[in-house]
């Protein structure tokens, strides 16, 4: 399965339900592009307007593609291989479409996605449509509806324990459960 990831950045939705930026975290980067490395993953896109943003990841994802970091820590070094930075979730798009020679399917994830195609399907889904998948997770509160809107399908949320009614999961950990269902 060709499978790209994607953390969106804007546009996201506020606290106040406003269309906001948010900030790369460090922990993302790292702890996403391990489990992008681990499951296959093609490439981790971060996805971020800010200019000043997309330089910070660039400077962290160059300090790991140096020399002196392959000797300290080579495992590292191999997960940051597939992280990269990207301008918007239309710039994602046409990256992979230029590289796999067609418009991957979209698919947006969110805690409250009640319907949708159950994780474990995407696979067969994708293989039976003959195309690769770019996944996306949020930040913040959460995708804005203008990037919901840009999807060809939702998955089903990761309900959890749905007798604490309680799943808001740090998108790392959303991340690599979805890993583990679609993988696997
Ligand atoms: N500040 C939070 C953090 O540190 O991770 C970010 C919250 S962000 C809204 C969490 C993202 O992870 C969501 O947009 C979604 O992509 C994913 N996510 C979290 N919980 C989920 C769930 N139960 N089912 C599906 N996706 C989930």
Not at 132 to 158: P, R, V
């Amino acid at each position: 399965m060709n499978l790209y990831l994607g953390l969106v950045h804007y546009p996201i939705r506020s606290k106040d339900n406003k269309v906001i930026t948010t900030s790369v975290t460090n922990l993302d980067i790292h702890d996403i592009s391990r489990s992008s490395k681990t499951y296959g993953v093609k490439e981790f896109h971060l996805i971020t307007p800010l200019k000043i943003q997309q330089e910070m990841v660039q400077k962290i994802i160059g300090h790991w593609g140096e020399d002196v970091a392959s000797d300290y820590n080579p495992d590292r070094v191999e997960a940051l291989s597939v992280a990269r930075v990207s301008d918007s979730i239309n710039s994602s798009i046409a990256r992979i479409q230029e590289k796999e020679g067609h418009r991957p399917l979209v698919v947006v994830t969110g805690a409250g996605f009640n319907e949708g195609i159950d994780a474990g399907r995407l696979k067969i889904t994708c293989e039976e449509a003959q195309k690769s998948c770019l996944l996306l997770f949020g930040t913040g509160w959460g995708m804005d509806e203008s990037a919901i809107k840009m999807a060809d399908f939702c998955l089903k949320k990761i309900a959890g324990n749905e007798k604490n009614q309680y799943n808001h999961l740090s998108v790392r950990a959303a991340v690599a459960i979805y890993l583990d269902r679609i993988i696997s």
